[in-house]
Each structure stands twice: as C-alpha cells, then as structure tokens.
C-alpha cells in the first residue's frame, strides 16, 4: 500500500479513443445472436452503447489518443521523458518481441529515459502506470513530463464483449500526461492491494465464483483502508469514479461503505461501455475534471478479476486559482 | 545505484528437437489471434490455419505442452527459494518480465509468483512491450523501489513462444523456453554474488517485422544499439568513479546469444573481454531470461578465477531495446541448484 499526498505532480491533461460510432447493444445483439434473456439483463443493468474497433491496432488507439491531448497541439511531445504503457488485455499487443512502446516512439519520435509496460494486474494497471509516472517525475525533477498511455482490443464477438450480464466491452486507448505544471488535478493517495489467490482469472466455472464471491470484499476492504489513508471521506469526494461495468455490483459495494448512490458515477456503463484501462480517462474526462474544476476532489478504481486492485485519489490543483489570477492580473 | 543481488537460478526448459519457425502448435490460444482483431497481434506473414512453418530440424530448450510459462517462472522462483531458504517471508515486491503470451490468457503470471511463493508481498507487476530486453529497466524501476527499504524483491523472466509467434529468425535468434529468478534488495552490507552498480537503458528504431526483414540489417542494428548503449553506461561510470576504482582493460562482458558470434562481435567492438557460455548453447537466445543467464554465465567464471571482477551484461532485443548493467561479481559465489547464491550457511535468516 502507497500512500501520502505527493509533491504537486498530478495530471496535465487526459484523453481517450473510443473507436467509431457508438454501437447500439440491441442492434448489435441482434446480429450476433445473442439470447434475448441476456440481452434484457444487459439492459437491465445499464449497458447500452459500446465501441468496436476492430480495425485499429493498439498504437493506433493510442495515436488518437495522444492526438486529442492539449488541444491537439504536439510540441509537449518534446518533453516526455518517462512513457508508460498500460493493459488489460493480454492480447493488445504486437506479436512478441515487438513492441507498442516502440512503435509509439517511431510514431511520435519520442525521446525517452525510460519506457515499460505494465500488465497482469488487469484493470488495476492504469493507477499501478499514473503511480509510476509520478513517483519518476518526483525523482527526476529535470523531466517535465512523463506519458501513461493505454489500449484495450476484444478479440471474438459477442462471448468475448459480453461480462457475464453486467457489462459490454468497448475497444479503447487512452492518454495521461502527468507532469507538474498546468495541472488538472494533483495525485494524491494512492492504494494498491493485490489478494493474488485470484491469480488464474475467470478461466474455470470454480475460479469465475471465487471471484464473484470475492472481488466485493476486497474492494470493499480497498476502499476502507484508502480513505482511512488518504483521511479523506469517501462521501467528500465529488464522485467515485469505478470502472464502466458491473452496475450493481458497485452499488453493493456504496451500501457496505456507506457512500451514497449518487455519488458513484455510473453513466458511462450505458454510453461508452468498459474499456478496460481506458476507463481511468474516460470518466476523468467525461465527469472527473468537471468536478476537479469546481474544487472537489475524485477517487478513481480499477478492480480485476486476476486479484488486483486499486484507488486513486484525484486533489483539485490549489495552484490553479494561484494561475488563473496570475493571468487575469496580466 | 546499489542492488545486492543474493541468489540466482536459471532453469530452461529440457532440450528438445524443433523443424519450425514457429513456436509451439498450442491451440488453446491460437484462435484469438485469427480473430479480425488479431491481424495486429500475430505475425502478418502467418496465414491463418498456419501453425508450422518448415525450418530444418534444431535442438533448443522447448518446453512441453503441458507447461505454461507460468510455471517456467514460478519453478525458477522456487530454486532461489531453495537456495536460500526462509527468505520468502522478507519478500516485499515482485517483479516479472515476460513477452510473449501465456496460453492461459486471463491469468497473471506475477500474482501467480506472490500466490505461489510470497504471502507477504505487498506488490506484485509484470514489466512488457521491451522485446526481450525489459531487465535492466525493471532493475533501474527496482533500484527506485527499494531505496531505504529493508526488503527483498523477486525479480523472474519466462517466456514460452508458441505459435503463431516465430521462435527462430534465422541468422539471428533462436528462442528458448526459459524461466530464470533472482533476489534482489538494495543492501550493501549483507553478503551478494553480484552488486549492480549502474544501469542503462536505450532504445533504437528497428525493422517493424523481425521476421521479414534482413537479418544482417537487424544484426547490424542492434550491435550498433548494444555498443553504444554499453559504451555510455561505461563512459558514465568511470566519469562517477576515480579510474582506479574500475580498470575498464579488466572488464568482463557478456550479453544475449543472436547467431554469427554476436556476443563476440560486442566485446571486439568495445575492446571488453568477452564470457562465453557453453559451447553446444552459444546461439540459442534465453528470451527475456537472457541477462540472467549471461550474469550466471560471468559468475562461473569469476568463481573459478577466484577473484571479485567488475563486469558489463547486457541485452538487446530487436524491438529496438537494448541495455546494459555494471556489475561487481562476488567471487565467493557458491554453487546452488540450477544457480548461484551468495556465501553464508545454508538457512542464515539474513541474505
């Protein structure tokens, strides 16, 4: 467990890559066949619309990503000193030994001190790769920046996009320039807990019912153990930021640490679907800043079904209001 | 920088014949990479339904059928465990390096290390997308992570190719099956068969397909990328040090096994003294294992020279990583299964 708010390092900007137009879940299940139980219960727990992306490889999720960043101005490329890639998927990536970090420095002509992935710990590896970043950038202070990036593909149809009855998997990247200027949003407390007898995933009937019987547990005890570390209420935050799946599963979760419903943000499981690590910049963009902005702080979490978890505190940048009257005074 | 590495083993896979370019047929994952979405996963020049592509008979370590590289990984880890046993309580991190799949897709390899050896750990991450080359960035990540901390890490690397995923280029590379495991911390006063002192890391343009390109153009390449990167961390070092803290005409080297005297070409080219690893298995690469066997390899021979040396590893892969350690060898080394461990009585508490 990390924990402790950090030197102003926080996040500059953030981006996503939803692929295409959003797919309608009943035109879809249609085509594919879906039984029209499962597609009720889909809907019943908020899935709606969802991205397929086929067509693009992980760099080219990524690529759009990072081109939506800052406005899509490009020279801050210059500075990215630390570039840290981040998946869920086992297969979104080139066939081994060819690598997604290299093919984005050759894209982008980046000029890196260092650069890795981080993998098997699912959707908890987004705020495993942002900790990261923060921790190079605190003990390098001559970088200015450092690039977590992330991309998630779906392979197969309908019995691979579909989690049980609770969720629909979007094709997605995503881009989070962390540096310490300019700031959105400064990274505060960051938890990592791994209960790792869920190591194998959901590949056998006994293994998919250890996990239902356990992953609201442990993000329970997650949530528990990252307020009384962060010392922030988990009610004091503008919003819970979980992952886009699993809707009731998350409102189990609100009754067992008494956090009101409305306080976890549930939108994005109906309009973007789960893109796996993506989701970090999809909520932050779509719902964290706007609340970040307006002085509340965020949580953000990624579960997993291998046994890995973890929370993200998201501070308002209290430097903002010290540059935005800088800049109404020149 | 100062990691204290106190026990290695490096455990390849039994030596097994082999007439395919690919990996091994395991059709438990194989389909997924003939999806639509896996046209950017595999091998352009595989064709679906493809699972050997004929190469004249070779003799390399490959794994059986019935293994994952999961488990390559977990056993490498045990033998450091027996090693050096009653350490797997002081272990706080693990850290493991793979590039290519499990065939068990929705598993992780490194919550499967915690799970398997290390109770009490408290992180655990897969470090990927280096090619072969990702341990001297998980060192350099390591040195970070330990810092100030009386803890031990795990640090392992396996990797299994199967098909459609090309397990030799040739005149270049063959891949082994292969897990290796090391413990490692950031203390100086306790005993080690090895002390990284400095790591560096680079990365260089490639061929974006390894197995289409030229193979003197990538060899080139990456002998290019290995020297200077070597030569940098050298330059570094003795810029950090006074010169008769390292003599560099007494250096060790050794790195990754690519085809055509690699390895060779490397210590020519820097004016090193190249460590050779066994004769019959100079030219099968051990995957992202490598820098630990070339460091196994450098430990032999400081052990039977009888004298504490300063050496360089390193590793290259033709994704375009490459990088290299500095590292004090321990001639006091002792023999451990599969490995090395450092001197004291077998079942000493502290490493």
Redesign the interface.
């Known amino acids: 467990?990390n924990s402790g708010i950090s030197p102003p390092i926080g996040i500059v900007d953030a981006s996503y890559a939803l692929p295409g137009q959003a797919v309608d879940i009943v035109d879809w299940a249609a085509e594919q066949q879906v039984a029209p139980g499962l597609l009720e219960r889909l809907l019943a727990n908020g899935c709606r619309y969802f991205h397929i992306g086929?067509?693009?490889?992980?760099a080219d999720l990524i690529g759009e990503a990072i081109t939506h960043l800052r406005g899509g101005e490009t020279d801050w490329l210059a500075d990215v000193r630390y570039l840290i890639?981040a998946h869920t998927e086992?297969?979104?990536?080139?066939?081994?030994?060819?690598?997604?970090?290299?093919?984005l420095?050759?894209r982008f002509d980046l000029r890196?001190d260092?650069?890795?992935?981080?993998?098997?710990?699912?959707c908890a590896a987004v705020i495993?790769a942002v900790d990261?970043a923060r921790?190079?950038l605190d003990?390098d202070p001559s970088a200015r920046y450092a690039l977590v990036v992330t991309a998630d593909?779906?392979?197969?149809?309908a019995k691979h996009r579909i989690r049980q009855d609770a969720g629909i998997q979007s094709?997605g990247g995503s881009a989070i320039l962390v540096g310490r200027e300019s700031l959105r949003a400064r990274i505060g407390t960051v938890s990592?807990k791994?209960f790792?007898?869920?190591?194998?995933?959901?590949?056998n009937p006994q293994n998919v019912a250890a996990i239902s019987r356990y992953t609201w547990l442990h993000t329970k005890q997650l949530f528990q153990a990252h307020e009384a570390d962060s010392g922030i209420p988990l009610h004091a935050h503008g919003a819970v930021l979980p992952i886009n799946a699993d809707r009731e599963y998350w409102l189990q979760i609100a009754k067992a640490v008494a956090l009101r419903e409305d306080k976890l943000f549930l939108d994005n499981i109906a309009l973007r679907g789960h893109a796996c690590c993506a989701d970090f910049a999809v909520n932050l963009v779509d719902r964290g800043f706007e609340l970040l902005d307006g002085g509340d702080p965020v949580l953000l979490c990624g579960q997993s079904?291998?046994?890995?978890y973890a929370a993200m505190t998201l501070l308002p940048d209290r430097s903002a209001v010290t540059t935005l009257a800088t800049e109404a005074a020149a | 920088m100062s990691l204290a590495i106190h026990a290695l083993a490096v455990c390849p896979a039994a030596q097994s014949d082999h007439a395919s370019l690919l990996g091994t047929p395991l059709t438990s994952a194989y389909h997924h990479l003939y999806d639509e979405a896996g046209m950017f996963s595999r091998p352009a020049t595989v064709r679906r339904g493809v699972t050997r592509m004929y190469a004249p008979e070779y003799r390399a370590p490959i794994a059986g059928k019935d293994v994952r590289s999961t488990d390559l990984a977990s056993h490498a880890v045990a033998r450091v465990l027996d090693a050096l046993p009653g350490q797997a309580a002081r272990v706080s991190h693990v850290m493991h390096t793979q590039c290519t799949l499990d065939r068990q897709i929705l598993g992780s390899t490194c919550l499967r290390i915690q799970h398997d050896h290390f109770p009490n750990a408290g992180s655990a991450l897969t470090l990927g997308q280096l090619g072969t080359a990702a341990l001297p960035t998980l060192f350099a990540l390591l040195a970070d992570h330990l810092e100030g901390e009386n803890a031990l890490c795990s640090v392992s690397a396996s990797d299994l190719w199967m098909a459609p995923f090309y397990r030799r280029i040739p005149n270049l590379v063959t891949y082994a099956d292969v897990g290796a495991a090391c413990l490692v911390s950031a203390e100086t006063g306790r005993p080690a068969i090895a002390r990284i002192k400095a790591v560096r890391t680079a990365y260089r343009r490639m061929p974006a397909e390894p197995w289409s390109a030229p193979s003197a153009e990538i060899s080139n390449a990456l002998l290019d990328a290995v020297v200077d990167c070597t030569g940098a961390l050298l330059d570094d070092a003795l810029l950090a040090q006074s010169s008769s803290a390292m003599d560099r005409t007494s250096l060790l080297i050794a790195g990754d096994r690519y085809a055509d005297g690699f390895a060779e070409r490397v210590a020519r080219r820097l004016g090193l003294r190249s460590v050779s690893a066994d004769p019959d298995q100079q030219e099968i690469h051990l995957s992202s294992a490598s820098m630990l066997g070339s460091l196994s390899d450098l430990i032999r021979h400081v052990v039977d020279g009888g004298q504490d040396r300063d050496a360089v590893v390193w590793t290259a892969s033709p994704s375009g990583h490459v990088g290299a350690a500095l590292v004090r060898i321990h001639a006091d080394a002792q023999v451990a299964p599969n490995g090395w461990r450092s001197a004291q009585t077998q079942g000493d508490a502290s490493p």
Request: charge should be negative; proline fraction near 9%.
């Open positions: 467990m086929t067509d693009r490889s992980d890639h086992a297969f979104s990536m080139p066939p081994p030994p060819v690598s997604v970090l290299g093919q420095c050759d890196l260092l650069s890795f992935s981080v993998g098997h710990v699912a495993n990261w921790r190079l003990r593909r779906v392979f197969g149809e094709d990592v791994n790792a007898r869920l190591h194998e995933g959901p590949n079904n291998v046994g890995a």
